[in-house]
Structure formats: C-alpha cells, structure tokens
C-alpha cells in the first residue's frame, strides 16, 4: 500500500499568515498520462470533507484562490496565502494512484 | 450533486447492518463511487470502492466481511456491513469517483455489546 505521511503546523497561526503543510507519498505518484494523482481535502469541524486540490495543483471550483498545491512525484505541498477564519479544521492528503486509495494522517490548522 | 447516507445505528459485535447512499443531480450509472469511513477522532480511512460497471475492491480490513453494491435504476449505493467488530465503529461517508468532489453527510455506525 501507498503509505502518506503528512507534516505538522505551528499552531496555532496568526490570522493573515500564510502556512505550507507538507505531504509525502512512499511511491510516486505520478502517472504515464502526466498526471500526478495527489489530492488535498479540508474537513472542517463537523463536516465533511471538502476537496480543495486534484492532481497536485488544480484548484477544485469554487476553492479559494489562496489555496495552491505543488509538488514533485512523492514530495508536496499545499500552500495557504493568509489563512482566514474559515480555513480552521483538519487537512488531509490522499492518492488516487493505486487502491487501496491512501489518506495522510491530516494536519490540524488552528488560528490565534 | 447530492449523496444522502442512511441505515445507521447501533449493532452488537458479529451483527450485520446494510447502510444506503441516494444519490442525485448527476448521471449516477456513469460514476464509480466509494465509501470511506472515519472513527471517532480519527482520520479519514478509505473502505471500498465501485466502478460504474460493478467491479469491486476492498480494504483489507473489511474484505469478506463488506459488501459494496449499486442499484442504478434506483440512483443507489449500498454497503453491508457483516461481521461487525468494535474497530468498525465510525462515519461512514459517500463519495463520488474522479477525485473525491462530492462527498454525503456520513452515517454513524456504532459496533458495542
């Protein structure tokens, strides 16, 4: 199995700030057709997840513009350019590589 | 887009339990979906999935004992819960194929004697 590790954030962050959390995938996940199959999700406290970015950096509609995602073929970032009250819960990682389909452990934004 | 979880609730350990997810505002016979659960404070563990042909995979944890099956005419997933352990006991929530962009609202399940 694709096994993702997901970094930590200094919490809790001033408003305003902009924060990375870091992904990491034990394969690749870059795929023949170009793609690179990493997904970020945000669950927010009593909700369900909610995708933010598809295939390392294409924002899903409707998501923030402060919300980028980048990366290499097992290494990534999601990268939140001054982080807002509504951007508080738990983010997660996730490959569409292979199943069985993998989650990072998330990675808890808390704001000051 | 709409995915609407039920069939919840309380069971004992070894019971079985069959949870549904309606769904609508797309073609839903053209979309592989899955289930993916989440235990109480804990992160977000993928279950099964099905394509939009019917073929079928599973977590290991809950391979022989889940059921993962649809009902096109009716704009519906199933999943049955067989065997149920205390480990089982999370949100089971719905999702759409492609990327994960539609998600339910999830469906409690507790497993306890």
């Known amino acids: 199995d694709i096994v993702m590790t997901q970094g930590a954030l200094p919490n809790p962050v001033p408003s305003g700030e902009s924060v990375s959390i870091t992904c990491r995938s034990s394969k690749s996940l870059l795929y023949s057709d170009g793609k690179t199959y990493l997904n970020w999700y945000l669950q927010r406290p009593g909700q369900s997840p909610q995708l933010l970015i598809y295939w390392m950096s294409t924002r899903a509609s409707g998501v923030s513009d402060r919300f980028s995602g980048s990366g290499s073929g097992t290494d990534f970032t999601l990268k939140i350019s001054g982080v807002e009250a509504e951007d508080v819960g738990v983010y997660y990682c996730?490959?569409?590589?292979?199943?069985?389909?993998?989650f990072g452990g998330g990675t808890k934004l808390e704001l000051k | 887009v709409q995915l609407v979880e039920s069939g919840g609730g309380l069971v004992q350990p070894g019971k079985s339990l069959k949870l549904s997810c309606s769904a609508s505002g797309f073609t839903f016979s053209s979309y592989g979906m899955h289930w993916i659960r989440q235990a109480p404070g804990k992160g977000l563990d993928w279950v099964a999935y099905i394509s939009s042909s019917s073929g079928t995979v599973y977590a290991d944890a809950v391979k022989g004992r889940f059921t993962i099956s649809r009902d096109n005419a009716k704009n519906t997933l199933y999943l049955q819960l067989n065997s149920l352990k205390s480990e089982d006991t999370a949100i089971y929530y719905c999702?759409?194929?492609?990327?994960?962009?539609?998600w339910g609202q999830g469906v409690m399940v507790t497993v306890s004697s």
């Open positions: 999702a759409r194929s492609g990327y994960l962009r539609y």
């Open positions: 996730q490959q569409g590589l292979e199943f069985p389909r993998t």
